[in-house]
């Protein structure tokens, strides 16, 4: 009787909750994992809320004519949000996804026989990924962190994970700061000597001197008012993901690898969970102590003076969120 009670309840709520576009971003799948989670084990469906992904766009998904717009989400690096800010389109977080930038910093090899650190990381070119701003923000912050001066010449964007994988490999570059699944792959062929890794929340609040917030669920500033219930519900599915995501074993993880972008090599994600799980989010919570601390970074790296006017209160809501 209590799951006929239950199922008659969910029916109610997606007659009355609208539907909801996710707009994912696709070039970091592991960041948004526990979103397609909540889609693939059946949470949005549970919760009521009838849920459609496209890749995210900075244009919003558009309606036909004469219809209402979609409720819209986006999932994805907190950098868009600010990004978005800065150009006038003001977006709130309200769901924490990832708690470190899941990125490792590493070196192919000694630049220089029984040279210190610092010392090989003067003169190093660096690989990034030409579409992550936040590797070479990273990047620039390790250097400086183990007593190196970074200078912009130093750092080579490299436009795809094959094309970084070959300039390290090859010796084009002699480190690079990247992310999952090539800073794994590197790692299992034993090609890299990784020097910093913030997968790791340890390693995450040594470098970044605190909590930060790196990737998250956002909206339009004025859904957050008229489309609480739908945006409350998805909260809660991709909550419940990231609670199945802290004890899931790895005979539960396997038949999802395709969804972070490992089909075909369930074996290579499990490695990449084992790095990152504690990457992830516990209860999806948005610490405004975070959002301060990636202020103050990047105000702390060069051209960060463009960030002195956004407000930390003014980036994010707690309103649709419930913890325990």
Sequence with gaps: MTAVVAAAAVRVRAATLR????????????????????????????????????????????????????????????????????QGQPELVFLTLARTPQLGFGLRHPLRAGAELPLQLQDARIGVPQTSRLAQRIAWLVVQAHGAQPRPAQFVALPTAQRAQAAFL????????????????????????????TRHLSESLRLLGGPVLCAGLSTPAAMVESHAAELQAVARAVQRALRWLQTAGPMDLAPHAGLAGFAGDPGAFLSVIMHTGESFAVDGAVDERAIHNVLRVLRSLPQGHQYDGLEPARLYTARLVSTP
């Design 19 to 86: 539907p909801v576009t996710i707009q994912w971003q696709t070039d970091a799948p592991l960041k948004v994992l526990p979103v397609r989670l909540a889609e693939r084990l059946g949470y949005f469906s549970a919760e009521g809320v009838p849920v459609a992904f496209e890749p995210w766009s900075e244009r919003p998904p558009q309606a036909l004519p004469g219809a209402r717009p979609p409720v819209r989400v986006s999932a994805g690096g907190f950098d868009t949000v600010l990004r978005q800010h800065l």
């Design 170 to 197: 090859l010796g084009e570059v002699d480190a690079v700061c990247v992310g999952d699944p090539l800073l794994t792959g590197l790692q299992r062929r034993g090609a890299i000597r990784v020097v910093t890794d």
